[in-house]
Nanobody, 123 residues
Framework: QVQLVESGGGLVQPGGSLRLSCAAS????????MGWYRQAPGKQRELVAA???????NYADSVKARFTISRDNAKNTVYLQMNSLKPEDTAVYYC?????????????????WGQGTQVTVSS
């Protein structure tokens, strides 16, 4: 089975920085896409930043120029560097990946989610 494990959330003051990490493990044949979503209280989950299957990156307009997504393919890990954080960035951040894996001896592609990590921006 495939697991995504996030780390790096916490409490930070406005203008501060945090770095999130997400490591994928298990029976991984290929990672097609990998990135970050967030969900604030009372709001829908939204894309923050992600790598596409072609290797390019997508960012939400609200985080462009402040957040940077990067990855270490050897470690199946993606990072989210968040700078100039604002109170409106407060949310639970989820790692998401579309991964080709093997189950019962057969390959299949599934969408996997991490457990989420809380990011709170407050003075």
């Amino acid at each position: 089975q495939v697991q995504l494990v996030e780390s790096g959330g916490g409490l930070v003051q406005p203008g501060g920085s945090l770095r999130l990490s997400c490591a994928a493990s298990g029976s991984i044949v290929k990672i097609n896409t990998m990135g970050w979503y967030r969900q604030a209280p009372g709001k829908q989950r939204e894309l923050v930043a992600a790598f596409t299957s072609g290797g390019s990156t997508n960012y939400a307009d609200s985080v462009k120029a402040r957040f940077t997504i990067s990855r270490d393919n050897a470690k199946n890990t993606v990072y989210l560097q968040m700078n100039s954080l604002k109170p409106e960035d407060t949310a639970v951040y989820y790692c998401n990946a579309e991964i080709k894996t093997i189950g019962a001896g057969l390959p299949w592609v599934g969408a996997f989610w991490g457990q989420g990590t809380q990011v709170t921006v407050s003075s």
